[in-house]
């Protein structure tokens, strides 16, 4: 089956989930087409994405000409689609937190993505993520394209539900995909009980060539802690960083990595150097995947504190390298980690717990720590392999 993939930005460090579905998809026998908004030219860290990157169709790198000419071409073969189209896009982009000539453009966004998957003979059309991309895929059937689907990851589809027309993406898709029951829970809330059967739990899944390696590997005497992820508020790593001062000034011996980069990564450095934690705490910067991975391996725990989620990738790939989890209960993170058996569950926001849950970390024996990160292993791979998800997905596409 011919399914084409569309996403706003791909591929992308933070999107490696979606490599690995599409992937698992074309090693059960689909062939897949990608389609990206943009991103055609970022410097990409890793030969995987490196390889997903040339393999990318990109609708705005040609500029406004070639979806000028979309639009023209759409207005010959299919005018009453268009004009569908048209009515949809004033509904949706009048009530929008964008302004309306963004959703014009999304509209010829969207002609430019139909001729591509009408040239292609693309049975289904899947997005990642509810928000601008699934506009677009929205605009697409409209314009003849095929029945289309979309994953919602959350958090920012559940804070601003009305303002991206999720109701009406909910309604108009073949399905809709949650990453968590807690997240279908906040799609439910969306729409009226007769949709609800069209939204399905399909987890992010990691495949073994992530997670294999030595048994020298497990964690054990490691004084160090890893934050993987974009330094944004909603990662909580001011708060994170408030926490590492706590402990400093209680005498607690300890290194903290925090591993990406991102809108706040300005704030946060000068919270570090205020606090005069610069021989404690060191940011990398973007890393590939396999730098992500050696940064876990490198480290006793994740800590993630992270004030608002959907299920986060990084927290599945540290227990699958046999690391314990420092986390907040929010969203569909307690439905992955148990309290005391895989890591530390805390409540949002509260520093104290959080410095303590780091505490009792860097002070459990070696060999807990260790017990620790095997149980985390067996849970995560229990509920998140690739191929298995990714199956549940090609089951929901091909009825």
């Known amino acids: 089956m011919k399914i084409a993939y569309l996403v706003n930005h791909y591929p992308a460090i933070s999107h490696s989930f979606i490599r690995r579905e599409i992937l698992a998809l074309e090693r059960l026998g689909h062939e897949i087409l990608r389609i990206s908004v943009r991103g055609w030219a970022d410097a990409q860290c890793g030969a995987e994405d490196q390889l997903e990157q040339a393999r990318t169709r990109?609708?705005?790198?040609g500029g406004a000409v070639p979806l000028l000419f979309s639009f023209l071409r759409i207005l010959a073969i299919n005018p009453a689609g268009l004009f569908r189209a048209i009515v949809l896009t004033l509904k949706v982009g009048l009530r929008a937190e964008r302004p309306l000539p963004v959703h014009l453009i999304y509209l010829f966004e969207a002609c430019q993505v139909a001729l591509w998957l009408r040239s292609e003979k693309a049975q289904h059309l899947h997005v990642h993520f509810g928000t601008n991309s699934a506009e677009v895929a929205m605009l697409v059937r409209e314009l003849g394209g095929p029945p289309w689907s979309f994953t919602a990851h959350?958090?920012?589809?559940?804070?601003?539900?009305?303002?991206?027309?999720?109701?009406?993406?909910?309604?108009?898709?073949?399905?809709?995909?949650?990453?968590?029951?807690?997240?279908?829970?906040?799609?439910?809330?969306?729409?009226?009980?007769?949709?609800?059967?069209?939204?399905?739990?399909?987890?992010?899944?990691?495949?073994?060539?992530?997670?294999?390696?030595?048994?020298?590997?497990?964690?054990?005497?490691?004084?160090?802690?890893v934050c993987v992820g974009r330094l944004c508020e909603q990662k909580g790593q001011l708060l994170l960083i408030e926490a590492a001062r706590l402990l400093a000034e209680r005498g607690t011996k300890f290194e903290l990595v925090l591993a990406g980069d991102g809108e706040m990564r300005g704030e946060?450095?000068?919270?570090?150097?205020?606090?005069?934690?610069?021989?404690?705490?060191?940011?990398?910067?973007?890393?590939?995947?396999e730098g992500v991975r050696?940064?876990?391996?490198?480290?006793?725990?994740?800590?993630?504190?992270?004030?608002?989620?959907?299920?986060?990738?990084?927290?599945?790939?540290?227990?699958?390298?046999r690391r314990p989890v420092i986390t907040t209960f929010?969203?569909?993170?307690?439905?992955?980690?148990?309290?005391?058996?895989?890591g530390w569950l805390v409540p949002a926001g509260d520093l104290e717990?959080?410095?303590?849950?780091?505490?009792?970390?860097?002070?459990?024996?070696?060999?807990?720590?260790?017990?620790?990160?095997?149980?985390?292993r067996q849970r995560v791979l229990q509920r998140h392999d690739v191929d298995k998800e990714a199956a549940k997905l090609a089951e929901l596409i091909e009825a």
């Open 58 to 61: 990109y609708v705005l790198r």
């Open 154 to 225: 959350g958090p920012e589809e559940f804070d601003k539900p009305k303002f991206i027309s999720l109701p009406e993406k909910i309604r108009r898709a073949r399905f809709v995909v949650a990453v968590s029951s807690f997240g279908r829970s906040q799609l439910l809330r969306n729409v009226p009980h007769s949709y609800w059967p069209k939204i399905k739990v399909v987890h992010c899944g990691l495949e073994p060539a992530f997670y294999q390696t030595d048994a020298t590997t497990a964690a054990g005497g490691e004084r160090r802690l």
């Open 268 to 289: 946060i450095e000068s919270l570090v150097a205020k606090h005069k934690l610069t021989d404690i705490v060191r940011i990398t910067g973007w890393i590939s995947s």
């Open 294 to 321: 050696s940064e876990i391996l490198a480290a006793r725990a994740l800590v993630l504190p992270s004030f608002a989620e959907g299920l986060p990738v990084v927290i599945m790939e540290a227990m699958a390298l």
């Open 330 to 342: 929010v969203a569909g993170i307690p439905e992955l980690i148990r309290h005391g058996e895989h």
């Open 353 to 376: 717990s959080l410095a303590v849950a780091m505490e009792q970390c860097l002070g459990t024996a070696p060999e807990a720590i260790t017990q620790m990160g095997e149980s985390a």
